[in-house]
């Protein structure tokens, strides 16, 4: 398996939101802790069109599921 092409700024590209480092950070400082219970794909500040790349890039285990499955982590993080 090769390794994912993709950076979390390339994610946040695709997303259609800001990707430098340091809005990353501000985005993940500001929507951390995510419960538990709530998938990331279900978090309340995803657009419908966000959630649903999310949800279909990790469904297939697709290139992007490594740093989406980072991202969720960080989220996730207490």
């Known amino acids: 398996m090769e390794a994912s092409l993709h950076s979390l700024n390339n994610l946040f590209a695709q997303l259609g939101l800001p990707n430098s480092d340091a809005e990353i950070e501000q985005f993940i400082h500001t929507h951390r802790q995510l ?3 709530i998938s990331l794909e279900d978090a309340p500040y995803w657009t419908p069109a966000q959630a649903a790349f999310l949800r279909e890039e990790i469904l297939k285990d697709a290139d992007w599921a ?3 499955d980072q991202l969720n982590a960080r989220l996730h993080a207490k």
């Open 66 to 68: 490594e740093v989406i």
């Open 35 to 37: 419960a538990g219970t």
